[in-house]
Nanobody, 115 residues
């Protein structure tokens, strides 16, 4: 079992930056992979970025070069640094942990990119 709590969402202007945090209830080194997904109104949930316990990262094409996923083992926290935000990045962002064949989700945090 793992509980996930996201924070850091909010309203930002196009071109701005935000950092999302996902605090896990146990050591992220013991979790095979963690990631961020997002869901915009009327759309399916989609992968944004993932990171494995070994540090390997993967990004959706739409965010490559703008978003960076990272982990802090001491704080059991995974971050998503988002730069050069666009209106199409507006969505609810969810933290995910995949471990032992199970998926765990946080409650989500709203990101709105608008002028």
């Amino acid at each position: 079992q793992v509980q996930l709590v996201e924070s850091g969402g909010g309203l930002v202007q196009p071109g701005g930056s935000l950092t999302l945090s996902c605090a896990a209830s146990r050591s992220i080194r013991s979790i095979y992979a963690m990631g961020w997904y997002r869901q915009a109104p009327g759309k399916q949930r989609e992968l944004v970025a993932t990171i494995t316990s070994g540090g390997r990262t993967n990004y959706a094409d739409s965010v490559k070069g703008r978003f960076t996923i990272s982990g802090d083992n001491a704080k059991n926290t995974v971050y998503l640094q988002m730069n050069s935000l666009k209106p199409e990045d507006t969505a609810v962002y969810y933290c995910n942990a995949g471990d032992s064949g199970k998926n765990y989700w946080g409650q989500g945090t709203q990101v709105t990119v608008s002028s």
